[in-house]
């Protein structure tokens, strides 16, 4: 299996995870292209979806899956989204594809987190892949010299506006050993909207598409 299969089998595999008549927690990414494909499959058989994108939001739509305001739902089963980088303790870098602030909220409010990767996702310690910090656009500077003080590199993601008409720093060099307290530190910084450590709420199961099988981690 190349990536894009593993990523492919991973999605299908998590619609095992999702129980009829609900409303299903939609991430945003490739993998979760392949899952909202694989969701339109029985979408009679759930209510709808609360999605973290309007990318996602669209391709559900396209898909003729209804899309629910998270302020109308009460509670929700499951959350299901991609990772650019999970730890074995299920802490996680997110937000290459610009929408880890809703991604955020969405799995706050989920039960449950399932993360769906292929195995390039697996590391030892996070940070190979620059950390996305979501930033109010006149707090740009400032919080980049703070990012610089707390050892990155922080480097604005160029031609990039979120959802939330906010902008990307991304941060390389960091060595994460203590993801819950950067998570912690980092969000504290004015103008920080919120960052792509996603510890503090990490991941509940894995579903992870390998070369030979799909690895269900709890
Ligand atoms: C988007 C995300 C994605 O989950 C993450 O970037 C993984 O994406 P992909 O499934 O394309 O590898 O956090 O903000």
Redesign the pocket.
């Known amino acids: 299996m190349n990536q894009n299969d593993m990523?492919k089998a991973a999605a299908e595999k998590a619609l095992e995870f999702i129980q009829p008549d609900t409303i299903v927690g939609v991430?945003?990414?490739?993998?979760?292209?392949y899952f909202i494909d694989a969701l339109a499959q029985i979408k009679n058989r759930i209510r709808g979806a609360v999605s973290?994108?309007e990318q996602s939001s669209q391709r559900l739509k396209d898909h003729g899956i209804e899309v629910f305001d998270l302020n109308s739902i009460d509670d929700l089963d499951v959350y299901i989204?991609?990772?650019?980088e999970i730890t074995q303790y299920m802490a996680m870098?997110?937000?290459?594809?610009?929408?880890?602030t809703r991604?955020k909220i969405v799995a706050a409010v989920a039960k449950k987190f399932i993360c769906?990767?292929?195995d390039s996702?697996q590391v030892d310690v996070l940070g190979n892949f620059p950390l996305?910090v979501e930033v109010i656009p006149m707090a740009r500077s400032y919080v980049a010299r703070e990012l610089v003080k707390l050892g990155g590199d922080p480097e604005c993601r160029q031609g990039v506006i979120t959802d939330n008409g906010n902008v990307i720093l991304d941060v390389y060099n960091l060595h994460i050993l203590d993801p819950k307290a950067l998570e912690t530190k980092i969000n504290a910084l004015v103008g920080v909207v919120t960052n792509?450590l996603f510890a503090l709420r990490g991941a509940d199961i894995l579903v992870l598409g390998t070369a030979t099988d799909v690895k269900v981690i709890k």
């Open positions: 990523k991430g945003t990414g490739s993998t979760v292209n973290s994108s989204d991609g990772a650019d870098i997110k937000g290459g594809g610009a929408a880890l991604e769906i990767a292929d996702k996305p792509g």
